[in-house]
């Protein structure tokens, strides 16, 4: 079932940064058609990338929407929210029907970060849709592989 123009839905998080152990991150995406992506790198103790690809159901994907809209997260900015920086990044981009939303702020280690920003309110909604998003994530990792994601 092709997706309608306007009805478009596509979600991409990274986190990560650059150290000691190389480039170490997390990226997951969920493409309209159904597809998600995940990828986990880390080179603590020699670990491998993990990279796991699968399509998930129209259902998973109207949950999924349904969180990020229930966020309200496409009525934030992150002007003034905190830049990357060595400690690392983050990036959220989200394609809701005819709205395309990208976020980049550094990582959020607390909510004690969230609330000593510049924009409390507004960090705050972009650090529990992650949290969300990574749990939503987790758990289907969970389902569909036999990994553990962390």
């Known amino acids: ?9 596509y979600v991409r998080y990274y986190v990560g940064h650059k150290g ?7 990226e997951f995406e969920f493409r309209p058609d159904g597809k998600m ?13 993990i990279r796991k690809e699968c399509f998930v159901s129209p259902t998973v994907l109207q949950e999924l929407k349904r969180i990020v809209e229930d966020s ?24 809701l029907g005819d709205e395309h939303i990208s976020f980049t702020t550094s990582k959020i280690g607390s909510l004690v970060d969230v609330n000593d ?4 309110e ?12 990574k749990c939503f994530v ?7 592989f036999r990994i553990k994601p962390i």
Request: glycine share 6%; net charge negative.
């Open 72 to 95: 309200e997260i496409t009525k934030e900015d992150d002007n003034m929210w905190p830049m990357p920086d060595r400690v690392g990044r983050q990036e959220l981009e989200i394609v």
């Open 122 to 133: 507004g960090l705050r909604a972009f650090y529990y849709l992650v949290q969300d998003l």
């Open 138 to 144: 987790f758990s289907l990792m969970t389902l569909h």
């Open 117 to 120: 920003s510049k924009d409390p």
């Open 37 to 49: 992506r995940y990828a986990n790198n880390s080179q603590y103790k020699n670990d491998t990338m």
């Open 1 to 9: 079932m092709a997706a309608e123009a306007g009805d478009d839905f």
């Open 20 to 26: 000691k152990f190389g480039h170490e991150f997390l």
